[in-house]
C-alpha cells in the first residue's frame, strides 16, 4: 500500500532531456558574470506544460532572497491555453528556487557584501526531466565595457572572415 501514493514521474522524452528552453542571451552583453549555480525550480502542472511547448522568458528577470529562501522574480512562462482558465498559472509569478541551505546562504552573503546581482542564465530540463536553472553571481558593467565588448566580438567576427578568405 506504501507504494500507491507516490507518483510515477512520465518517462523523459529523448527531445526533452537537455533542451534549453530560455536563455537570457542579453545577461553576458549588461553583467559581468562571475560563479554561476544550477538550481533546481518549483512549477506547477501548467507551467510544466507551457516550458515544454517551448515558451518561456527570463531576459528581464533575476533572483532574490528573501526568509532565508530564493525567488526567481520576473520570468514569464505564459499560461498552458488547454488548462483552462481555472488550472493556469499566473504568468509572472514568484517561483522558489530549490537549493541547498548553504548555498542559499552564501549566495546571499555574497550579493550583500559585493553588491551583485542574481541573474539567471538559461533554463533547461535536465536528463531526468526536471527543469534547471543556472543562475549567476553577476556584476552591471559600465558603457564604456559594453563598447569594449562590441568592439572584441567585432573583431573576433572580422578574425574568422579573413582566415576563411585565405583558406
Known sequence: MAGKNKAARKPVKK?????????????????????????????TGSEVKSLRAGRANIAES??????????LINAYIPPYDPAGR?????????????????????????????GVTLI????YFNDRGLAKLVISLASGKKQHDKRQTEKDRDWKREQGRLMREKG
Request: glycine share 8%; net charge positive; proline share 3%.
Open 86 to 114: 481555472f488550472n493556469s498559472h499566473e504568468p509572472r509569478r514568484k517561483r522558489k528556487l530549490l537549493l541547498h541551505r548553504r548555498q542559499i546562504s552564501r549566495l546571499s552573503g555574497l550579493r550583500k557584501q559585493q
Open 15 to 43: 527531445s526533452d532531456a537537455g533542451r534549453v528552453l530560455a536563455d537570457n542571451r542579453k545577461a553576458r552583453y549588461n553583467y559581468e558574470i562571475g560563479e554561476t549555480v544550477e538550481a533546481g525550480i518549483m512549477l
Open 120 to 123: 539567471p542564465l538559461r533554463l
Open 62 to 71: 533575476y533572483a532574490s532572497d528573501e526568509g532565508g529562501e530564493l525567488w
